[in-house]
């Protein structure tokens, strides 16, 4: 039970840290782009955030898995 937790909590941050800096990329590419192309790359980003996010994730229950098994 504690295990879940962790991963929980760890995904947080790590989740916390891809958004903040899909933000700040964003809110860099819309003093110099038009709305679109601002629209365009904030989902570009928000899928890659989110694809980073399911490795990690994926990462961390084997990492803990494997612990578990010790």
């Known amino acids: 039970m504690k295990n879940g937790n962790r991963q929980a909590s760890s995904g947080g941050v790590l989740l916390g840290m891809a958004a903040g800096a899909a933000l700040g990329a964003v809110g860099t590419m819309a003093m110099t782009q038009n709305q679109r192309q601002v629209k365009r ?30």
Do not use: I, W
Not at 49 to 61: G, I, K
């Open 41 to 70: 790359t904030a989902r570009k980003l928000a899928k890659g955030a989110e694809h980073a996010m399911s490795q990690l994730d994926t990462m961390v229950t084997d990492f803990v898995e494997r612990k578990m098994e010790l």
